[in-house]
C-alpha cells in the first residue's frame, strides 16, 4: 500500500474527522505566543529531525511573527525532563511541545502546566494525563503491520532478531508487544536474539554483528529505527545472503531496499514506522488550537503510518515530496537522512533546509490543516482509566498468511 492510500485510510477510517471549528483566526496584532519545545534524545537523528521541523515551522509565516519559540534539550533522565518542564511553566509558556521520555512519570507536571492555562501537546511518544494532547503514530499499529508482513515475506518460517528501541518510551513498549505477538503465532519463527539499539544505527550494528556471530542464517531482522545500521552489519558479515529486514526510512536505506542487485541478494525491506514528521505535524496542530482555528473533541490524534515497501520506493527530482515520490537520488542527501521527516500531504510547508537546517522554506506560509483524524485508546499508553478495542494490537493493513503445517 502506497503513502497515498495509507493517508486517505488514516483520514476517513474508523478514526473519524475532525473538521476545523473554533474561534476563528487570531491576528499577530492581537496575540503573541510564547512556545517551548522540549527534546529528550539529543544527537538521535529521528530527534533532530523532528526538531528541525518543528523549529522550521516556527519561523514560517505568519508563526514568524506570532511566536516566541525556545527549544530546551532535557535528555534521558525523567527528573531532568520534569524540572525543565516546571521551568518552562515558570517562564510564561503559552504552549509547550514536547516528546516525553515515560507515559506516566511526567503526568503531575502536565497537570501543572494544564492548571496554569498551557497548552501540551506530546508528538510521538505518549502520555496518559487527560489534559494533554497525543499527536502519534502509536495507534496505527507499526509493530503488528510490520512484523506480519515479515512473516508473509518469509513464509511464516526463519530466524528472527528484534531490535529494540528505548527502553521506556510507550512506543517500544506498545510496538514490541505487537510484534511478538504476531511472530509468537507462527511456531516456525524463532527469536534467536534481542536487544536494545535505542534508535541509534552505530549501537543496531554493533548489535546485529554479535548476534549474526552467534547466528550466521539469520533470515530477518525487525527494528523501529537503527534500520540502516542493522543492515549495514548483514552487508559487512554476509554480503552475499542479506535479508528480510523492516523498520525506518533513512534515504540510504530505501536506496539499498530499491536496489535490484539487493534484492537479488535476498534483501525484502520495508520503509514504515513512525517518522520524524509527526513532530512538525503535532506543532501545526498544536498552533491551529492554540489560535483557535482548532477545536478537538478528543486528546489522542493518530499520525498515518507511513508505509513503502521495497517495490514502492519513488525518487524525487526536487528538494520536497511531491507527485507520490518519497526517496532522494545517491548523494542528494546523506544515507542517514529520515525520509519520513517530510510529508508532502500533511506538511507542504516543509522542504529538505527545513529538515536539514531547521529553517523556513523560503517564500513558505503554514497551509490550514483541513482535517485531523482521531486515534483510538490504548491503557497506559495515551490513556489512564479507558479500554482498547478487541483488535487494537492486531494488524489492519496486512493480511495474515496461514500458519505453515
Not at 531482522?221 to 526510512?249: C, F, H
Amino acid at each position: 500500500m502506497k503513502l497515498s492510500t495509507r493517508l486517505k485510510s488514516a483520514l476517513c477510517g474508523a478514526g473519524g474527522l475532525l473538521a476545523l471549528a473554533g474561534a476563528g483566526p487570531v491576528h499577530a496584532a492581537d496575540n503573541h505566543y510564547k512556545v517551548f519545545l522540549d527534546m529528550s534524545y539529543s544527537g538521535n537523528i529521528w530527534q533532530a529531525a523532528a526538531a528541525n521541523g518543528i523549529k522550521a515551522l516556527a519561523e514560517t509565516a505568519p508563526y514568524d511573527k506570532q511566536v516566541t519559540f525556545k527549544t530546551v534539550i532535557s535528555g534521558t533522565d525523567v527528573q531532568h525532563q520534569i524540572s525543565d518542564l516546571q521551568s518552562m511553566i515558570a517562564d510564561g509558556a503559552n504552549a509547550i511541545i514536547l516528546y516525553p521520555l515515560s507515559p506516566t512519570a511526567l503526568n503531575r507536571v502536565i497537570r501543572q502546566a494544564c492548571n496554569q492555562h498551557v497548552l501540551v501537546f506530546a508528538y510521538d511518544s505518549t502520555v496518559t494525563e487527560p489534559c494533554a494532547y497525543n499527536v502519534s503514530a502509536i495507534t496505527a499499529r507499526y509493530g503488528a503491520n510490520s512484523a506480519q508482513w515479515m512473516v508473509n515475506q518469509m513464509g511464516g518460517k526463519g530466524e528472527v532478531v528484534i531490535n529494540h528501541g528505548v527502553a521506556g518510551t510507550s512506543v517500544t513498549k506498545t510496538y514490541d508487544a505487537e510484534a511478538v505477538a504476531v511472530f509468537s503465532k507462527y511456531p516456525g519463527i524463532k527469536v534467536v536474539g534481542e536487544f536494545y539499539g535505542n534508535w541509534n544505527d552505530a549501537t543496531s550494528q554493533e548489535g546485529v554483528s554479535r548476534i549474526l556471530a552467534a547466528h550466521p542464517n539469520l533470515n530477518a531482522i525487525w527494528t523501529v529505527d537503527g534500520t540502516y545500521g542493522s543492515l549495514e552489519a548483514v552487508m559487512k558479515n554476509r554480503p552475499n545472503q542479506l535479508v528480510t529486514i523492516s523498520g525506518q526510512s533513512n534515504n540510504g536505506y530505501r536506496l539499498l531496499i530499491a536496489n535490484k542487485a539487493m534484492q537479488d541478494k535476498g534483501l525484502k525491506g520495508l520503509s514504515s514506522s513512525s517518522g520524524p514528521a509527526v513532530g512538525p505535524y503535532a506543532f501545526k496542530v498544536m498552533m491551529e488550537v492554540l489560535t483557535g482555528k482548532l477545536k478537538l473533541e478528543h486528546h489522542n490524534v493518530q499520525y498515518p503510518l507511513p508505509w513503502v515497501p521495497y517495490q514502492d520506493v519513488k525518487m524525487c527530482s526536487g528538494d520536497r515530496f511531491v507527485d507520490g515520490c518519497n526517496a532522494f537520488p545517491e548523494g542528494k542527501v546523506p544515507p542517514l537522512f529520515i525520509d519520513t521527516a517530510m510529508d508532502g500531504a500533511l506538511l507542504p510547508e516543509l522542504s529538505l533546509q527545513s529538515i536539514q537546517e531547521g529553517k523556513a522554506t523560503p517564500g513558505a506560509t503554514m497551509q490550514a490543516l483541513s482535517s485531523v483524524a482521531y486515534a483510538g485508546n490504548l491503557p497506559g499508553i495515551n490513556c489512564g482509566d479507558c479500554k482498547a478495542s478487541p483488535d487494537a494490537m492486531e494488524p489492519d493493513l496486512v493480511k495474515p498468511i496461514p500458519v505453515p503445517k
